[in-house]
């Protein structure tokens, strides 16, 4: 389990900068199409087709955020359930969200490769579309790997005896500063 996870880690910090770099892209491309339309009447061509593209390229945060356990939680509800009630909820939801993710990939997968045998490219700048499919699938693949691996660290949790409480890296960070701050009060009182 630990190299698995050692490998997903490397391969995240990969798609962070993938996913960075999408967004900078898309937001790029949105400011000079502005400037360019209103000041000169001259919008970028395939700015669509563009933006569809930039929005393929942020996919690979969402293995990011599973795997730093940096996704939203919404537990307004599920909050006050006792232990009990906190696994059958995770017993349903987690497996379902790991189910989906795969889903999304073989779907990818198969756009892949539809994609490759006919030859189907972005209509206004004529650029092909199956590297963008194979991103996502790839994205996908690996965003459905660290779904995984969050559901049975999840679970093993539970199974230890505990309530998982899912400790972010900035929780950690925090933490981390908080407990260097009391050793250098604890020693400047002594």
Do not use: C
């Given at each position: 389990m630990h190299s698995v996870l050692k490998v997903l880690r490397r391969i995240v910090d990969v798609f962070n900068v993938v996913a960075i770099a999408g967004l900078l892209f898309l937001?790029?491309?949105?400011?000079?199409n502005v400037i360019l339309?209103?000041?000169?009447?001259?919008?970028?061509?395939?700015?669509?087709?563009?933006?569809?593209m930039g929005?393929?390229?942020?996919?690979?945060?969402?293995?990011?955020?599973?795997?730093?356990?940096?996704?939203?939680?919404?537990?307004?509800?599920?909050?006050?359930?006792?232990?009990?009630g906190q696994i059958i909820v995770d017993?349903?939801?987690?497996?379902?969200?790991?189910?989906?993710?795969?889903?999304?990939?073989?779907?990818a997968y198969v756009m892949?490769?539809?994609s490759i045998t006919k030859g189907t490219h972005f209509t206004a700048i004529m650029l092909y579309e199956w590297p963008f499919r194979i991103v996502f699938f790839i994205a996908m693949s690996v965003a459905t790997l660290a779904a995984i691996v969050f559901t049975v660290e999840r679970l093993l949790q539970y199974r230890n005896?505990?309530?998982?409480?899912?400790?972010?890296?900035?929780?950690?960070?925090?933490?981390?500063?908080?407990?260097?701050?009391?050793?250098?009060?604890?020693?400047?009182?002594?």
């Amino acid at each position: 389990m630990h190299s698995v996870l050692k490998v997903l880690r490397r391969i995240v910090d990969v798609f962070n900068v993938v996913a960075i770099a999408g967004l900078l892209f898309l937001m790029l491309l949105t400011f000079f199409n502005v400037i360019l339309r209103y000041l000169f009447n001259s919008p970028i061509t395939g700015t669509y087709e563009m933006t569809r593209m930039g929005m393929i390229l942020l996919t690979p945060s969402i293995a990011v955020t599973t795997l730093a356990k940096q996704n939203i939680w919404v537990d307004v509800l599920t909050s006050h359930f006792n232990r009990v009630g906190q696994i059958i909820v995770d017993a349903i939801t987690l497996p379902t969200s790991v189910l989906i993710m795969g889903l999304m990939a073989w779907q990818a997968y198969v756009m892949s490769i539809r994609s490759i045998t006919k030859g189907t490219h972005f209509t206004a700048i004529m650029l092909y579309e199956w590297p963008f499919r194979i991103v996502f699938f790839i994205a996908m693949s690996v965003a459905t790997l660290a779904a995984i691996v969050f559901t049975v660290e999840r679970l093993l949790q539970y199974r230890n005896g505990g309530t998982p409480h899912d400790e972010t890296e900035v929780d950690a960070a925090i933490k981390k500063l908080r407990d260097m701050e009391e050793k250098e009060n604890g020693g400047n009182m002594q």
